[in-house]
């Protein structure tokens, strides 16, 4: 069963606009999640995180939102810019036993 | 700062041929990971190691084997490769199970 889910394979923006990445997960008790990119060909790294406790964080052009009744969450790029071209990864530890596992990825494209 | 270091980058194998990645990690973390990313599927867990002489089963363990030979080196192996195991395999490290992971670059594997 997939606990993470990443429902959009692909998305498309235009560079300076709004992009919003979308994941749902379906263990109530995940309590912190994690936002990775990728580019090809390297390994994915860190983006932004949010805990449970909270349901907004932010950091520059990023912003992690935290909807725990709905058990969704987005992240939003804004402006986005061309080096955002990449794979977003939702992530979450799973049961609280240290095993942290992904959706499926969203692959976003910044148009010029 | 090499942080995740993985060997070999690619690798091509025939049905049935065995091999080892080695992967080791300079940041004294305590926890290692072992994925696969495939094509629209995302990173599925292998093989979990959340401290030196410990190991756990990810999503997907079946074909492989793993060893956490100290704190720095988790390895991961295949004994008898199939095509099924033609994948992107990426090695992470985190100093606990609920923060972040820091990936390697993958290893990009072929199994004829």
């Known amino acids: 069963d997939q606990q993470v889910k990443q429902n959009s394979p692909s998305l498309s923006v235009q560079e300076g606009r709004i992009s919003i990445l979308n994941c749902d997960y379906t263990?109530?008790?995940?309590?912190?999640f994690l936002w990775y990119k990728k580019y090809p060909a390297e390994g994915p790294t860190f983006l932004i995180s949010?805990?449970?406790?909270?349901d907004k964080n932010e950091d520059g052009r990023f912003t992690v939102f935290l909807n725990k009744s709905a058990k969704h969450l987005s992240l939003h790029i804004v402006p986005s810019q061309p080096g955002d071209s990449a794979v977003y990864f939702c992530?979450?530890?799973?049961?609280?036993?240290?095993?942290?596992?992904f959706g499926k990825g969203t692959r976003l494209h910044i148009l010029p | 700062n090499a942080g995740v270091t993985q060997t070999p980058k690619f690798q091509v194998l025939k049905t049935g041929q065995s091999m080892t990645l080695q992967c080791a990690q300079d940041?004294?973390?305590?926890?290692m990971y072992w994925y696969r990313q495939d094509p629209g599927m995302g990173l599925r867990l292998i093989y979990y190691?959340?401290?030196?002489?410990?190991?756990d089963k990810g999503e997907v363990p079946n074909g492989y084997n793993v060893s956490r030979l100290n704190k720095r080196e988790f390895s991961l192996r295949l004994e008898s490769a199939a095509p099924s195991q033609t994948s992107v395999y990426f090695c992470?490290?985190?100093?606990?199970?609920?923060?972040?992971?820091?990936f390697g670059s993958g290893t990009q594997l072929s199994v004829l």
């Open positions: 940041m004294n973390h305590n926890s």
């Open positions: 992530a979450a530890p799973r049961n609280r036993d240290d095993k942290i596992i």
């Open positions: 949010i805990s449970s406790i909270k």
């Open positions: 992470a490290s985190t100093p606990s199970g609920n923060e972040k992971l820091f």
């Open positions: 263990n109530s008790m995940f309590d912190y």
């Open positions: 190691s959340a401290s030196e002489g410990t190991t």
